[in-house]
């Protein structure tokens, strides 16, 4: 009975951390295209191209992760957002 716990609770845990690696490549992807939208303005197809690209990458270099390490790369993702929110109304209208 302790293995099955034990299996279970190891099985939940990688499960809710694929989940979350998956929720920060959605993100991260869901900005590159939104990013890419705006910039070059490419229809619904390239748009979710470039979303899934965006996620898989996310979830190839996060493949051997733990927890700590997902956090910090959804902290810097977070802080480099802010970065160029600050540069986008700071910046000089031309």
Partial sequence: MDNVQDRFRTSSSTLI???????????????????????????????V???VAFTSVVMRISRNWS??????????????GLLLRMYILFAPTA
């Fill in 67 to 80: 927890w700590a390490y997902l956090f910090i790369f959804n902290l810097i993702c977070v802080l480099i």
């Fill in 49 to 51: 191209f470039v979303l």
């Fill in 17 to 47: 951390l694929l989940s979350a690696r998956l929720l920060s490549g959605l993100f991260l992807g869901l900005c590159m295209a939104l990013i890419g939208q705006e910039i070059i303005g490419y229809a619904s197809l390239s748009f």
